[in-house]
């Protein structure tokens, strides 16, 4: 949850990103990098719980290097 900013601020985003104010940083997602929004921001939190769903299931979810035809199931 945030609020709109009544002037666009900050470089960093695109879209609504530089109005939209997050107060818990005090300052618009434009202004903070890509990490800090990715904590908060939705597509964080979806990939968080993928990641956590395919850890649970039981398949893997560390990147053991680039894949091959010969790499066998994944």
């Keep these: 949850e945030g609020e709109l900013s ?3 601020r900050g ?3 695109f879209g609504y990103d530089p109005i939209f104010y997050f107060p818990e940083y005090g300052a618009t997602f434009g ?7 990715l ?4 597509r964080g939190r979806a990939f968080r719980q993928l990641r956590d769903f395919l850890a649970d299931s039981g ?3 560390q990147d053991s290097g680039p894949r091959t035809q010969d790499s066998g199931p994944v």
């Design 59 to 61: 398949l893997r979810t």
């Design 6 to 8: 009544p002037s666009p």
């Design 39 to 42: 904590k908060v921001a939705h």
């Design 11 to 13: 470089t960093h985003g």
């Design 31 to 37: 202004e903070v990098d890509d990490a800090m929004k």
